[in-house]
């Protein structure tokens, strides 16, 4: 049985995280996780990165807190993934399966509509998981829905305040029959933590992907 953490954060990547990209990838190690994702903030997210930036430079240093954790990971034996969490006017989206080359190749995706973002994703072979639907905090000031343009439901957050926010998300995967995976939403040392466990270890993207599109994995509550 293998655990992989598939919502994460790093100071470097997400202005409201306090762990590096080194120091997630110890802690996910120390507990015995095989495969971390990080998945930082986007430009229309809270990003640590200057968006004052030229596209390719925001993207570099966007990536600064996944690389970091990467090369922690080698030294240590974790395996480190990319994702991003795209925000739509507070609405999170984490996609996977894409990585550095294909945000520098794409830099009107945070300008375009969500649903042509997701068919763009899509195309490239990502899949896009609707991050806390039902989350209700005062950074969100509505709740959204694209059934037809996300591949699964995140059912269980480690971070949501009120536990009703993940049976209702639990109640919404259900009814569009989406497949469902569930993330910690990490930005600290400690807490409580989340994640999915599967059979074989999750080396890709596209491991993940397939993983969870077979329903392959297994919640962590
Ligand atoms: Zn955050
Ligand atoms: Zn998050």
């Not at 009814?175 to 466990?197: E, M, N, R, Y």
Request: hydrophobic fraction near 40%.
């Amino acid at each position: 049985m293998f655990k992989t953490e598939t919502h994460l954060h790093t100071s470097e990547g997400s202005a409201c995280a306090s762990a590096s990209g080194a120091q997630q990838a110890e802690q996910y190690k120390a507990m015995g996780y095989s495969t971390i994702f990080v998945t930082d903030h986007f430009i229309n997210g809270n990003t640590a990165a200057d968006r004052s930036l030229p596209w390719e430079q925001w993207v570099d240093a966007y990536c600064k807190g996944y690389e970091n954790a990467k090369k922690r990971g080698e030294q240590i034996g974790l395996n480190v993934l990319f994702g991003i969490e795209y925000g739509w006017h507070g609405t999170d989206l984490l996609v996977y399966g894409i990585d550095k080359a294909w945000l520098k190749a794409n830099p009107d995706i945070a300008q375009i509509p969500v649903q042509k973002f997701c068919k763009r994703v899509h195309l490239a072979g990502g899949m896009i998981v609707h991050a806390h639907p039902f989350r209700q905090e005062a950074y969100i000031s509505e709740l959204k829905f694209i059934p037809d343009h996300t591949d699964a439901v995140e059912i269980f957050n480690a971070r949501n305040s009120m536990a009703v926010y993940n049976d209702r998300a639990k109640w919404y995967a259900e009814q569009f029959s989406l497949p469902v995976t569930a993330g910690t939403d990490c930005h600290d040392i400690g807490g409580s933590f989340s994640g999915i466990t599967t059979d074989s270890e999750i080396l890709s993207a596209e491991d993940y992907i397939n993983a969870v599109l077979e329903g392959n994995v297994r919640i962590i509550y």
